[in-house]
C-alpha cells in the first residue's frame, strides 16, 4: 500500500513523497537536502530502492533544493520540455530528464503516470496523477482556476491534494502589493479557499476517498477558516478533507 508524506506544502516551500514498492517518488523539491535526508532515513530508503521526481513547474517554492538532491540522490526526474528549459538556462543540467507531455499517459516501471495541464503563470506547469497499483493520487496545485478537466483527474484517485492558497477577504485587504494580489487573483495565479470548496463539492461521489487542500498562504489565510471548509466538506462530500498547515509535516498517509 502506499504511503504519502507531506514534507512541505505552501507559498514557502512544495515537497511531497510516496513510499511505493521499491520507489521513493517525490513531487516537487521546494526544501533544503537536510529535510529530505531526514524523511529518507526516517523511511529507511536502502541502496536498492529508486528514486523519482516530478516536477510541477519551475517556481523556486517548487525547485529550491533541486541541485544538492540531484547531487546527493541521482534521481530520475521527470518534467515538462517548459519547465526543463527554464532550468536550463539556470544552468542545471537537464539532459537525463525524462520530459512528458500534457494529455498523455506514461508507463514507468509499476507506476502510471498522467499529465494535466494546470494555468499558472510558468513555463509548462503540469499537474500529476500517479497510480500505483490500484490507488491513484493526484497532485493539483498552482492552479489559476478550477477546471471540470482537473476534476476529472481528482474524481478517478483515491487521494488529491488540491490548492486552496487565499480566503479572498483577507487577500484583498491584506498587505500584499496590488500587482502581486492582481497576479494571484488572475486565472494564471492560485486557487481560493472557496474556488477548492466548489472543486471538492463538484467531485464529491467519486472515487475519491480524501482530500487535501494544500500550498496554503501563510499570509492571506486563516487555519481556523480552513478547519471549518475541512470539516463541512467532510460531513457533506463523502470523503475525508484535511488541510496543510505550511510547515508542519504529515508522515505516512495511506490512500
Ligand atoms: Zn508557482
Ligand atoms: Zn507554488
Known amino acids: 500500500m502506499p504511503t504519502l508524506n507531506v514534507v512541505a506544502s505552501g507559498s514557502s516551500g512544495n515537497c511531497y513523497h510516496i513510499n511505493y514498492n521499491d520507489m521513493h517518488i517525490f513531487v516537487d523539491i521546494g526544501v533544503s537536502r537536510y529535510k529530505i535526508d531526514e524523511l529518507l532515513e526516517k523511511e529507511n ?42 532550468l536550463k538556462s539556470k544552468k542545471i543540467d537537464v539532459n537525463d530528464f525524462f520530459i512528458l507531455k500534457k494529455d498523455i499517459s506514461y508507463d514507468f516501471e509499476s507506476i502510471s503516470i498522467d499529465c494535466f495541464q494546470v494555468m499558472h503563470d510558468s513555463n509548462e506547469p503540469l499537474g500529476y496523477r500517479l497510480s500505483l497499483g490500484e490507488k491513484a493520487i493526484t497532485f493539483a496545485t498552482d492552479l489559476g482556476y ?9 474524481k478517478y484517485s483515491d487521494i488529491g491534494i488540491l490548492e486552496s492558497n487565499y480566503e479572498d477577504e483577507l487577500l484583498k485587504n491584506g498587505s500584499y502589493p496590488a500587482y502581486l494580489k492582481r497576479r494571484i487573483l488572475s486565472s494564471r ?53 484535511h488541510f496543510l498547515k505550511q510547515n508542519s509535516q504529515v508522515y505516512r498517509v495511506e490512500f
Not at 55 to 60: F, P
Not at 146 to 154: P, Q, T, W
Open 189 to 241: 495565479g492560485h486557487l481560493s479557499n472557496k474556488e477548492a470548496l466548489g472543486m471538492a463539492a463538484r467531485v464529491s461521489g467519486s472515487k475519491l476517498k480524501k482530500l487535501l487542500l494544500g500550498h496554503v498562504s501563510e499570509e492571506n489565510n486563516d487555519y481556523a477558516l480552513l478547519q471549518r471548509y475541512s470539516d463541512f466538506a467532510t460531513k457533506n462530500f463523502g470523503f475525508k478533507t
Open 45 to 86: 530508503i536502502s541502496d536498492s530502492e529508486k528514486i523519482l521526481l516530478f516536477l510541477t513547474h519551475e517556481h523556486n517554492d517548487h525547485v529550491s533544493g533541486l541541485i544538492p538532491f540531484i547531487n546527493r540522490y541521482n534521481p530520475v526526474v521527470f518534467s515538462s520540455e517548459g519547465t526543463a528549459d527554464v
Open 146 to 154: 478550477a477546471s471540470d478537466y482537473i476534476e476529472d483527474f481528482l
